[in-house]
């Protein structure tokens, strides 16, 4: 069976961005990234808000497809003097990963503005049809992923989501846009992490 999950990256106090719009402090290290690498690796689709999209869309443009596949990059890194291009040197395995998992999952944008989307296996839905989200889970193979706050809310207030999966950074900004919905959300924790740089991941059911 599959579930439908929630995944963010937030502060200690809850938010994915600050009240600047700024998201520096959440960028993952090369641990976290290579533990997010294997969650998403049971993603078969991404329900994706334009700004989270839009944030996104460098994964599949920052690195060619055919530098992604060349084994020099299945190390931790890529070094200097690599048959590789020299722009390319320094970049982490979990970066190139992530780049390949991205370009592989479908995804669904909802906009009412964006009119064409630059990223293949891409299609774009006017609306938040929890109806059209609940048959595209029934006909699933894998795990959907919802990216963005806004988008997540509306899944939430649908009763659509059933994992909530969150990247606790030690990080306090004091406000901005929120990881989760207002209002009340039961939640039984079923995992959870910590990795050498003070990131915590919990891992939750949604009641």
């Known amino acids: 069976m599959v579930s439908l999950i929630y995944s963010a990256i937030c502060s200690i106090d809850g938010y994915v961005a600050d009240e600047q719009g700024n998201f520096d402090w959440a960028v993952p290290d090369a641990q976290v ?3 997010v690498n ?13 700004r989270m999209y839009e ?7 920052m690195i060619p497809w055919e530098t992604m596949a060349h084994e020099d990059l299945q190390g931790t890194s890529v070094s200097v ?4 291009p020299d722009e390319f040197a320094g970049i982490e395995s979990a970066t190139v990963e992530f780049a390949q998992i991205w370009g592989g999952i479908d995804k669904i ?3 009412t503005t964006l009119n064409e989307v630059s990223t293949a296996r891409t299609t774009i839905a006017r609306d938040f049809d929890a109806d059209a989200v609940r048959a595209l889970e029934s006909e699933a193979v894998q795990d959907i992923s919802i990216g963005g706050p806004t988008i997540a ?4 207030a649908a009763g659509l989501v059933d994992e909530c999966r969150l990247f606790v950074c030690p990080v306090s900004v004091g406000g901005g846009l929120p990881a989760l919905p207002r209002g009340r959300l039961d939640l039984q924790l079923l995992e959870e992490k910590s990795f050498d740089g003070g990131v915590i991941y919990l891992r939750y ?3």
């Open 33 to 35: 990234h290579s533990f």
């Open 38 to 50: 294997e969650l998403e690796r049971g993603v078969g689709t991404y329900l994706l808000g334009r």
């Open 55 to 61: 944030t996104m869309i460098p994964w599949e443009t």
């Open 81 to 84: 003097g690599s048959s590789v």
């Open 109 to 111: 944008v909802y906009s």
């Open 153 to 156: 809310a509306s899944a939430f």
């Open 205 to 207: 059911a949604v009641r």
